[in-house]
């Protein structure tokens, strides 16, 4: 009688599953394997559990800002996963003495990066050149250090951006850093490393609301039809500052009464302004508008919402009653935020 094996079945909530683990035994065999200075002793089943939630996910420990340890489950520049990253931090325990947790590398100076076989890098020799863009509200940054001429290519670009994870932090690395370059030789208007996060401090206070939130920035041109265009989006306009919301969805608002460029009129705009008011407040903590464009009879209305939860049915449900005409609903999924990087 041949026998059979039981297929093994996925989990439909890794990440609580991972969270049962940690809150049962996994904390405190990682913390014991800290305290004797071991902690490969619990890598491999740590990475286990977090493979589960994700193959693409990284994750390391380090000293916490308030607890004794940080566990950093990280997505690692991955547009595709910060969301489950993000998830998995919203689903953490309370921090305690002990632990705390983050879904973004922080920053950390004092490293020397080491590959074995291969010179180390002090990261106070690197220098970098600094170009801002306030058009894309970023600064292009290119890295050079002495030991690049003795790293194969593929390092050089790893080293590149561990210097600047090292040095600003991943979330402000993602947020206000464009193009990233590899210099090889030293540019001649090179500064040293250290003078990178000032610049980024001052760039970013440049670029948000008085209260450090989000600011909004008004833009204008044409549609592909020769249709004045106004657009206002949210500076910074990445993914990063809100990950788990990785579905797009466009909602497409009519209206009749409009001025000769096809822009509403005021008492029109004061009724798509409600309208966009009441989407609001039907999504709560669940999306986040964050951009619309208005040209030639319609207003579209950019939400991004958190995929797991019933969001963009809830966005469907509310556009009844609209008079102007039909409202289109068209939701995607987005992790990147694709769908409105052209107005970044």
Known sequence: ??????RKVASRDPIG???????????????????VQDPNAIAE???????????????????????????VVTAA????????????LRAAPASDETW???????????????????????????????????????????????TFSELPEHLQKRVTFLLLDL?????????????????????????PIAELLPAVAAFAADHVAEDGGPSWRLMEGTTAAGHRLVATAMVPLRSVQLPHL????????????ARDDGLPLDETLSHLRDFEDHLTDRLG????????????????????VDGTTPAAAQVEAAIAGWPDGRVAVDVSPDAGWEGIRHLS
């Open 1 to 6: 009688m041949p026998l059979f094996k039981r």
């Open 17 to 35: 599953d991972f969270w049962a683990w940690w809150r049962t035994t996994g904390a405190d065999a990682v913390a014991a394997s800290i305290a």
């Open 45 to 71: 089943e740590l990475s286990d559990h977090i493979a589960k939630i994700h193959g693409n996910l990284d994750w390391e420990l380090g000293p916490g800002l308030h607890s004794a340890h940080v566990l």
């Open 77 to 88: 520049g991955d547009p595709g996963t910060r969301a489950i990253a993000r998830r998995w």
């Open 100 to 146: 705390e947790y983050a879904d973004m590398r922080r920053p950390a100076p004092d490293v020397t990066i080491r590959f074995e076989g291969m010179p180390p890098v002090q990261i106070d020799a690197a220098l970098v050149t600094i170009e801002a863009d306030t058009r894309e509200a970023a600064l292009h940054v290119g890295v050079h250090h002495p």
């Open 167 to 191: 040095v600003l932090g991943e979330e402000l690395v993602e947020t206000w850093v464009g193009a990233i370059e590899t210099e090889v030789e030293r540019p001649a208007d090179a500064v």
């Open 246 to 257: 990785d579905t797009h969805v466009a909602v497409s608002v009519p209206y009749k009464a």
């Open 285 to 304: 903590d669940s999306g986040r508008l964050l951009a619309h464009e208005t040209a030639a009879g319609h207003r579209i209305l950019h939400y991004y």
